[in-house]
């Protein structure tokens, strides 16, 4: 199988979930009709040795660039949002921790959000359970620079802090990008003002592992629980097994909630 355009160098939707009728990857790429997928090649099984799957599937409408997703059309249809297009997605399994009890997770990973509603909105997903980031637990771990275990294996710190400006008529948001944002006296002097009233909207967080600085992710999170990251051009093999490091700190430090619905909105801006 052939990557496409939008396979790498793009950011990706991720989902976390449980669903107890199935038990690997390709009892889930068989239930959703998938045919053409194959296996990315495992670089270093000391990050992870679960399988992470690249698959393929056509969906009516072009939802991002037309002018990226042209190459992938599947037909002569002039009508770009009756016409269907190839779209590249990844899945793979991983471990979370949620109220003390261990949870074996699938994870699906799509380029634009629309790609969600048409996934999950079918009788397969019916009785998953889907793990959420509390993005108010994990700013107050980064905010009282507390390590969880997982810290001594990988460096991990907020890189971009997003939040609302509430009733303020001049601005709608505010973000702090940097190192360190948490530790600026911007943000200081923002969370300390009794004159500007904020609501932490979305964290980006960067993890990289110690053992092999060529891993490394930012994953972007937002209070209406959705995750979002970039892949580098060709970067799958190395950028995806660290999924399972990033949601290992989010297990360690009690950062995920659990829901049965998932939201249709993100409050991130799509050229993020």
């Known amino acids: 199988m052939n990557n496409s355009v939008i396979a790498s160098n793009h950011h990706f939707y991720l989902v976390l979930f449980e669903l107890n009728e199935l038990s690997t990857c390709e009892e889930l790429l068989n239930a959703i009709q998938i045919e053409n ?3 990315l090649e495992n670089e270093n099984e000391k990050l992870t040795k679960n399988k992470i799957f690249h698959f393929q599937k056509k969906f009516k409408g072009a939802l991002g660039s037309i002018d990226l997703l042209i190459g992938n059309k599947m ?3 002039p009508n770009p949002d ?3 297009y190839l779209y590249d997605l990844y899945c793979g399994k991983t471990n979370v921790i949620f109220a003390s009890d261990k949870k074996d997770c699938f994870f699906i ?3 634009y959000k629309a790609l969600q509603s048409i996934i999950f909105d079918r009788n ?6 889907f793990y959420i980031p509390s993005v108010p637990v994990m700013l107050k771990h980064f905010q ?15 890189i971009k802090y997003s939040a609302d400006i509430v009733d303020e008529a001049n601005a709608d948001n505010v973000s702090i990008i940097g190192k360190d944002p948490l530790n600026s006296s911007i943000f200081k002097l923002m969370i300390e003002s009794d004159e500007i009233d904020i609501e932490v909207s979305s964290l980006k967080l960067n993890c990289t592992w110690k053992e092999d600085y060529n891993y ?3 994953l972007l999170f937002d209070r209406l629980g959705n995750y979002r990251f970039w892949i580098p051009k060709n970067k799958q093999k190395s950028t995806l097994p660290m999924l399972e490091k990033t949601f290992t700190l989010f297990s360690e430090i009690n950062g995920i909630e659990q ?3 998932l939201s249709k909105y993100t409050t991130v801006i799509t050229n993020e």
């Open 216 to 218: 490394s992710f930012n």
């Open 124 to 129: 397969t997903f019916k009785n998953s359970i």
């Open 144 to 158: 009282n620079g507390k390590m969880a275990p997982i810290q001594n294996e990988i460096d991990s710190s907020i």
């Open 82 to 84: 009756k016409a269907y």
């Open 75 to 77: 037909d002569k249809e």
């Open 259 to 261: 829901t049965e619905r």
């Open 109 to 111: 990973c799509f380029p």
């Open 37 to 39: 997928y194959t296996l």
